[in-house]
């Protein structure tokens, strides 16, 4: 978990960008009109929509973005068609990596993301390859500033989380997938500042990779997540913080 946990914040710290900013607005537009297609425009009747708008929140997304995002998906301002797809494969030294993407255009996908394993010494693999070594869970990322951890263990218990974990300068609340929308909620009434939280894939085992092969894995990671297409990565490198700063 530590090492899952050490990327995620690294990547918040990257999300600070100007380019970085955009990307990640880009993605959260399509995750909001895959929400929208799923369960309509009305997040008080759409959990998934709900839980989108907080992410888009979190990340600083403008609320004119969001309700533009929303107003596209549901045909207002045109038609949008994303479809969902993951891929699975090996990077470097047999690192574990999974991609999820919203795509209008799956070809075009495909060979994005085949390009880049093949570029970085991985493999693309077929479905189900790599997926038996995660987990599915939620994951609510909390500043830990001025909050106790027992505290926040007994709000986030009886908000329905499985556990609390402690990183530095966050906890990380763990649910359920199906138990996550509701401690989101839960803990963002609450006035809880949370820096991100989605469903994750956490791995169930981690390998540490030499620092040759960590610099392939992070330079597949980087050639993914820059792709407007891939809205989430995950792999199994315990990667050292230095390396996954550069």
Same mark, same amino acid.
């Given at each position: ?13 990257? /999300?600070?960008? *100007? ?11 399509? +995750? ?17 929509? &709900?839980?989108? @708008?907080?992410?888009?929140? /979190? ?16 045909? $207002? ?20 990596? @999974?991609?999820? %993407? !919203?795509?209008?255009?799956?070809? &075009? ?10 570029? %970085? ?7 189900? %390859? ?16 001025? #909050?106790?951890?027992? *505290? #926040?263990?007994?709000?986030? #218990? ?6 609390? @974990? ?5 906890? =990380?609340? @763990? ?9 989101? $909620?839960? !803990? =963002? ?10 469903? =994750? ?17 992070? &330079? !597949? ?6 792709? *407007? *297409? ?8 315990? !990667?050292? $913080? +230095? +390396?996954? $700063? +550069?």
């Amino acid at each position: 978990m530590s090492g899952h946990s050490k990327w995620a914040n690294i990547k918040n710290k990257k /999300a600070k960008g *100007d380019a970085q900013r955009s990307n990640t607005f880009t993605k959260i537009g399509r +995750e909001i009109a895959i929400a929208v297609k799923q369960g309509g425009s009305n997040p008080d009747s759409n959990s998934r929509l &709900r839980d989108v @708008i907080a992410k888009a929140k /979190a990340a600083n997304m403008p609320n004119d973005n969001i309700k533009r995002s929303i107003q596209k998906a549901s045909g $207002e301002l045109g038609n949008v068609n994303y479809e969902e797809v993951t891929y699975e494969g090996y990077g470097a030294g047999g690192v574990a990596v @999974i991609v999820e %993407c !919203l795509t209008d255009n799956k070809t &075009r996908t495909v060979g994005d993301v085949r390009h880049y394993f093949d570029k %970085c010494g991985g493999q693309l693999g077929n479905n189900g %390859c790599v997926s038996f070594m995660f987990n599915k869970q939620g994951v609510i990322v909390i500043d830990s500033q001025g #909050l106790e951890e027992d *505290d #926040l263990m007994m709000m986030a #218990l009886e908000a329905g989380a499985d556990d609390v @974990i402690t990183e530095e300068g966050v906890y =990380e609340v @763990i649910t359920t997938p199906a138990g996550y929308s509701q401690t989101r $909620e839960a !803990l =963002e009434n609450a006035g809880l500042n949370i820096i991100s939280s989605g469903v =994750e894939l956490i791995p169930q085992n981690t390998v540490t990779p030499d620092d040759e092969t960590a610099k392939k894995v992070i &330079r !597949l990671i980087d050639m993914l997540e820059d792709n *407007d *297409d891939v809205q989430n990565v995950y792999h199994n490198a315990n !990667l050292p $913080e +230095e +390396e996954e $700063e +550069e």
